[in-house]
């Protein structure tokens, strides 16, 4: 009887972390997007100062919380994403709008594929 409760406590526990890293992940990756959009909307203002702050603000961010990705994804896919955060905001300072307009619209969609590879799919599991 030990046994079984001991089981079904460390399966709970199991699911526990996962729904919870599937739910963290979601979260700081939409976030992310958020951000990236809202500074997008900022560059197409002609706002370079609000972009740039906006930009340090989510590099910052990011960083605190790849330190939970690291645990969870691949660190690769991790420091891609920081190096396109910082490549733009060398984009924004340089006033370099096509180059920034390309790394953004492909942080965003790494970032999707990041949280699109956390759902329990059958696609993902296999």
Do not use: G
């Given at each position: 009887?030990?046994?079984?409760?001991?089981?079904?406590?460390?399966?709970?526990?199991?699911?526990?972390?996962?729904?919870?890293?599937?739910?963290?992940?979601?979260?700081?990756?939409?976030?992310?997007?958020?951000?990236?959009?809202?500074?997008?909307?900022?560059?197409?203002?002609?706002?370079?100062?609000?972009?740039?702050?906006?930009?340090?603000?989510?590099?910052?961010?990011?960083?605190?919380?790849?330190?939970?990705?690291?645990?969870?994804?691949?660190?690769?896919?991790?420091e891609a994403i920081s190096e396109n955060l910082e490549e733009i905001n060398?984009?924004?300072?340089?006033?370099?709008?096509?180059?920034?307009?390309?790394?953004?619209?492909?942080?965003?969609?790494r970032l999707k594929i990041i949280k699109e590879d956390e759902y329990p799919?059958?696609?993902?599991?296999?």
């Amino acid at each position: 009887m030990k046994r079984l409760i001991l089981s079904i406590s460390l399966v709970a526990f199991a699911l526990l972390v996962a729904f919870f890293e599937m739910w963290y992940i979601n979260y700081a990756t939409d976030n992310a997007i958020d951000d990236i959009d809202r500074i997008t909307n900022l560059i197409e203002l002609n706002e370079k100062d609000k972009a740039l702050e906006n930009t340090e603000k989510v590099i910052r961010k990011w960083e605190e919380n790849s330190r939970y990705f690291n645990i969870f994804l691949l660190h690769e896919e991790i420091e891609a994403i920081s190096e396109n955060l910082e490549e733009i905001n060398q984009a924004i300072k340089t006033d370099d709008k096509d180059r920034f307009f390309e790394v953004s619209s492909k942080t965003k969609r790494r970032l999707k594929i990041i949280k699109e590879d956390e759902y329990p799919l059958l696609e993902n599991v296999l």
